[in-house]
């Protein structure tokens, strides 16, 4: 009886989070796959059926050339392309700037360490479009960085630092820095210090170190820093519509010109899938070879 109560509770407790999941995202995605498959005057019902049954016969109509037409169109692929570079740019510069900060926190002391904590949360007690607007008047042609480069006679005209590549990977670097520092100090915090003092008796030097112990201690942090950063990076729509220029196109715009401009909804449809794929696909490639590697170990 004990065992059948644990067993029950047991499956509920992981039972509920699977179920959020499914309801969050399986069933959404669900739709949106739907409607990938679909003509545009079917579109607008998201919970009907690629399926019709006429005189006796069930038919089947799957329509594939939306996705073909990503294939061929040079605009998509270059899109997705621009999409990967920024994101990827966003998360090393993440990765270089947050993990000093996080070894940082790691090492400081114990009571000082909730307050780096917190400096690190406040930006969160902001709304993240007010301080993406905020960027605006800062990197702005007569905005306060220029004016403040004009008044100390550093420049002779304002640059041109909106609505360019700058502009676009500083406001995501921003955006997202929280999200690769919080997952490295959770590592960092952990890490068995004694570890580093018998490298430094073994004669290694701080450098030595750093690369041979810490980096390698910290890889966990490092791949979640680094998921949490990239993913949403590559579907941002935001800091593109606020920061970057016409050379910046990302597919979070293109996600929204064929939604809410064009309204061709089985085409936004199949963007997204396919990022979706792009994100996933690799990612469960890389956590089969790390519980391979895990497991050979």
Known sequence: MLTLRWLKGRHFVIGVPFVWLAMAFLVPFLIVLRLSFVEVENAGNPFGTLASYVDGIIQIKIKISTYLFIAEDDLYILTYLSSLKYALMTTLLCLLIGYPFAYFMARAKPTIRPILM???????????LLR????????????????ILLAMGVIDQPLQ???????LVLGMVYAYLPFMILPLYANLVKMDVRFLEAAADLGATPMQTFWRITVPLSKSGIIAGSMLVLIPSVGEYVIPELLGGPETLMIGRVLWDEFFTNNDWPMASAVTVVMILLILVPMAIFNKYQAEQQGRV
């Open 161 to 167: 630092m909106m609505n360019t590549s700058f502009s």
């Open 118 to 128: 917190m400096l690190v949360m406040l930006p969160f007690w902001t709304s993240f």
């Open 132 to 147: 993406i607007y905020a960027w605006k008047g800062i990197l702005a042609n007569h905005g306060i960085l220029n004016d």
